[in-house]
């Protein structure tokens, strides 16, 4: 045996016998798996917790919405004498301290309450969505990423072979048996791929910069060797059920609550204010006043603020039918563009792939006039797996972006 093949197989077995020695748990632990990346994603993803701090922010504001306004100190000194400004030289002058309390007008309370529930429920929705969308995100980039290092490695183990290609093509050159053409093919071909090992490292960097977004110095781990399994998609799609609508629908019920609110104005509001008053010499006072909004002209106020707030509602109505069309619309060429890729797949695997192992091992076992159809078939073989992988990248990616549209049980 060479050398050489007794010293790469000492370092394999080393390596290998480290990788064994390794604990399992710490193995694992250093692999980006899909789902690692996801769970890393969700909770240190800087702009998915500003989502849920509105959450937070929007539960915080149900508490107040239906509390009456704080109550109004007041206190001052009455009936004070211009020239001098004592409190002592006329009996009427008096030191005062009240209480004023408003009280808006008819179901305004309840229904700003009813409001704060609806943005709320808006809220929650987002968070939702923000979810899918990230998900749906990181597992684009992941997969992307997974497929740029398969080629890579596709790429590196090509390079051998056409290089080997090119040696050839400059013997036959030299023995006058090629001619120059064939040489200068063989050497771009050589060229053609180092340069798209360079575009490939320049893509992998890239995707990882993608992902650090997300999941910060993670995103350097080794990702694993085989594709993940997403969820089965749901045949299918009721976009009643999708977050965006449901936020959509949310802000719908604050539109019309809104229009509730309006109405509201044709009713007074109340201020009721009680107050004493110390006086030196004669008796204390005690005051007790009611104040009373006049909606006198509801035509030029009232009228147009509730017509405001009726188009307003049918702009949120016609906004969440629009967006509910676009979900069915993006939802049927999702899933058109997924059962295409699909079909592709199936015929690579029921075709083209065997039909370029079956050509490569027919040069292999003797057919081939010269060792340059051996390197072809060989070369073919490799660049027909790297487009097969390709497929299946792509029919992953598609199918996250079904589940985007219909969610996914949780174990």
């Not at 899909?34 to 149900?62: I, Q």
């Not at 007790?288 to 017509?307: E, S, Y």
């Not at 040069?363 to 060792?371: I, L, M, P």
């Amino acid at each position: 045996m060479p050398f050489r093949s007794v010293v790469v197989q000492a370092i394999a077995a080393a390596l290998l016998g480290v990788a064994l020695a390794a604990p399992p748990g710490a193995r694992a632990a250093e692999l980006l798996t899909l789902d690692r990346a996801e769970h890393l994603a969700l909770t240190h993803a800087p702009w998915y917790a500003h989502h849920r701090r509105n959450v937070a922010a929007a539960a915080e504001r149900v508490e107040y919405a239906r509390r009456l306004p704080d109550p109004q100190l007041t206190l001052g000194a009455l009936n004070l004498p211009a020239d001098s400004l004592s409190l002592n030289d006329e009996d009427m002058t008096m030191l005062m301290v009240g209480l004023r309390q408003q009280f808006p007008p008819g179901d305004t309370l309840d229904l700003r309450g009813e409001r704060a529930r609806a943005e709320l429920n808006a809220e929650d929705a987002r968070l939702a969505l923000e979810a899918r969308r990230l998900q749906r995100e990181l597992r684009e980039v992941w997969l992307e990423l997974y497929y740029l290092e398969r080629a890579l490695e596709t790429v590196r183990a090509l390079q051998p072979l056409r290089a080997a290609a090119a040696r050839a093509a400059e013997g036959r050159y030299r023995a006058g048996v090629a001619r120059l053409q064939e040489v200068l093919m063989e050497r771009q071909a050589v060229a053609r791929l180092a340069d798209r090992e360079q575009v490939l490292i320049a893509d992998i960097a890239r995707q990882r910069a993608r992902l650090a977004r997300w999941i910060g110095a993670a995103a350097d781990d080794p990702l694993p060797d085989a594709l993940p399994e997403l969820p089965a998609v749901p045949e299918g799609f009721d976009a009643a059920h999708h977050p965006a609508l449901r936020a959509a629908g949310a802000e719908l019920n604050a539109a019309r609550v809104d229009v509730d609110l309006a109405r509201q104005e044709y009713k007074p509001g109340f201020m009721a204010e009680l107050s004493y008053g110390a006086r030196r010499e004669r008796p204390d006072l005690v005051s007790a006043m009611v104040t009373m909004d006049l909606p006198i002209a509801p035509g030029k106020r009232q009228d147009r603020r509730v017509a405001e707030k009726r188009i307003n509602e049918d702009g949120a109505r016609l906004a969440a039918e629009d967006l509910k069309r676009e979900l069915e619309a993006e939802f049927r060429a999702a899933r058109a563009a997924h059962d295409a890729l699909a079909a592709r797949l199936r015929i690579y695997a029921r075709d083209i792939l065997p039909d370029a192992r079956r050509a490569a091992e027919v040069t292999v076992a003797g057919f081939a006039r010269d060792q340059a159809e051996l390197r072809e078939a060989r070369i073919q073989e490799i660049e027909t797996r790297l487009e097969a992988r390709r497929l299946e990248t792509e029919l992953a990616k598609s199918r996250a972006q079904l589940l985007y549209f219909t969610g996914e049980s949780q174990p």
